[in-house]
């Protein structure tokens, strides 16, 4: 989410030269809230159980039994 997060902000904020500190600043204050206020969320379109079959060495089954 947050690589997601980051070029969303790259391209809203970077997209033109930036002046200094304090513009960039206020770049990413005013895109923050436009988000925020558009509650903008990120739709997932598989599972975990699907990320676990196609990518099982970056998720494996964990075994939680603590007997």
Partial sequence: MAEIEISIFARGCLSRRVKGMQDLRQRIAT???ERNAQRC???????S???RDKLHDLYPIVNNNLD
């Avoid at 969320?41 to 599972?47: A, D, P, V, Y």
Wanted: proline share 0%; glycine share 0%; charged share 25%.
């Fill in 49 to 51: 159980n699907d990320a």
């Fill in 31 to 33: 895109l923050e809230a």
């Fill in 41 to 47: 969320t990120i739709s997932w379109r598989f599972t």
